[in-house]
């Protein structure tokens, strides 16, 4: 690779790890190029991107970002998982940990946040954002389901009360 492709690829990294929400590192040793690609995929469909490029240039492209502490992670072949939703990468790149034993999740940076391995499982076990959004919205219903509920049970009980009294006027 020549100077100026090194330059062009050194700032694309630059600007992925500085748009990114959150960067997952990890070990890709003795994956297929099928097993990649299929990670590929799934990380594409959940809104992420996977990136294999030289520890030198990832290091030199981490340089002056917040991400900056996790130098120490590019050691030996790893790749880069990143998505702009925080929650996105650690997710697929735990999924796919349990599945492929050669992939092995080594730590991660969110924003200023750098992430060890147990830091990028906890972010995987988080609820996504639509997954949120889903409860939320079930948490606002619920009160006025309730309250419709509550409206209507004193109406009920006065004509059940009042149909007691006329069956028992009847009687009488």
């Not at 998505?83 to 996105?88: T, W």
């Not at 949120?132 to 009980?157: C, D, E, F, S, Y």
Request: net charge positive.
């Amino acid at each position: 690779m020549d100077r100026a492709a090194k330059t062009a690829l050194i700032a694309t990294l630059d600007g992925v790890i500085k748009d990114s929400g959150v960067i997952v590192v990890a070990h890709n040793s003795g994956l297929t190029v099928a097993q990649m690609n299929d990670l590929r995929v799934k990380m594409a469909e959940a809104g992420g991107n996977v990136k294999v490029a030289k520890n030198r240039i990832v290091k030199l492209a981490l340089k002056g970002t917040d991400a900056e502490g996790i130098q120490d992670l590019f050691v030996g072949p790893t790749v880069l998982a990143y998505s702009p939703d925080p929650i996105s990468a650690p997710k697929i790149a735990a999924s796919f940990a349990k599945d492929n034993e050669q992939f092995a999740v080594l730590g991660g940076a969110m924003g200023a946040t750098i992430l060890d391995a147990a830091g990028v499982k906890a972010l995987a076990e988080l609820p996504s954002l639509d997954e949120l959004r889903a409860k939320l919205i079930a948490m606002i219903q619920t009160p006025a389901t309730r309250i419709a509920g509550v409206t209507q049970a004193p109406a009920g009980k006065l004509a059940r009360v009042m149909g007691a009294y006329a069956d028992k006027g009847e009687a009488a």
